[in-house]
């Protein structure tokens, strides 16, 4: 099975803080994303990568950076946490193989819930 | 672009009653559509994707949708609930670069 961890469940940061979220995927993907998950807003795409040093801004990128010097790892950043930030963050991989994007099954970690204060 | 929209961010059943869940979507090309369920402090798993190989698609658990381009629908049903089955269930297209749109999400209650 598939599987994806995040580094932690819950975290609470304070205002201006740099803050890193850490995901690591033990399927040898190709691709991973980050989410954040609101109530009543279904997921939002924050970031993608579709390989090692890659990224994508996704739907809503400001106030988000991401590393993935790793195949198995992709790091989400708040360069400087502020309240609106404060949500459930939601990492994904999946594999491509070819031809085959559109169909490609997102498998999840757990999510991170993150209070910034 | 493509999007997709849940009719109803609530449902609730009686254990042994029909689940209907609505996701309507839109696409200028052939869609790709996929029910992934969140059960309560969980990340987000597949319970079925159409792939353009059969219109009615069964899944895990008991689950089945059908496609149906007349309609723009891919509505998510299950015979009989289950108090199992509450969670919260997302309608997401997938764009040809592997993106996934997701709806805002139906949670659904089953009573006793």
């Known amino acids: 099975d598939v599987k994806v961890t995040q580094s932690s469940r819950y975290l609470v940061k304070r205002t201006g803080e740099k803050v890193f979220l850490e995901c690591v995927q033990d399927m040898d993907h190709e691709n991973m994303f980050w989410y954040r998950q609101d109530p009543g807003l279904g997921l939002r795409l924050i970031y993608f990568?579709?390989?090692?040093?890659?990224?994508e801004k996704g739907d809503i990128p400001e106030g988000y950076s991401v590393s993935r010097e790793k195949k198995e790892r992709f790091s989400l950043i708040l360069e400087s946490a502020s309240t609106n930030q404060t949500s459930m963050y939601l990492c994904a991989s999946s594999h491509s193989g070819p031809g085959t994007l559109h169909l490609d099954t997102q498998y999840f970690g757990p999510g991170t819930r993150l209070t910034v204060l | 672009a493509q999007s997709v929209t849940q009719l109803g961010s609530h449902v609730s059943v009686s254990e042994g009653a029909l689940v209907l869940l609505r996701c309507n979507y839109s696409?200028?090309?052939?869609?790709?559509l996929f029910w992934y369920v969140q059960y309560p402090n969980q990340g987000l798993q597949l319970l079925l994707k159409?792939?353009?190989?059969?219109?009615l698609v069964k899944g895990i658990n008991g689950f089945e949708a059908e496609f149906k381009k007349s309609e723009t629908s891919f509505h998510l049903t299950k015979p009989s609930a289950h108090m199992s089955d509450a969670a919260e269930y997302f309608c997401?297209?997938?764009?040809?670069?592997?993106?996934?749109?997701f709806g805002d999400g139906t949670t659904l209650t089953v009573k006793p």
């Open positions: 696409s200028s090309v052939p869609p790709y």
């Open positions: 159409y792939t353009s190989a059969a219109t």
């Open positions: 997401a297209v997938n764009t040809n670069a592997g993106k996934s749109t």
């Open positions: 990568s579709y390989d090692v040093k890659m990224k």
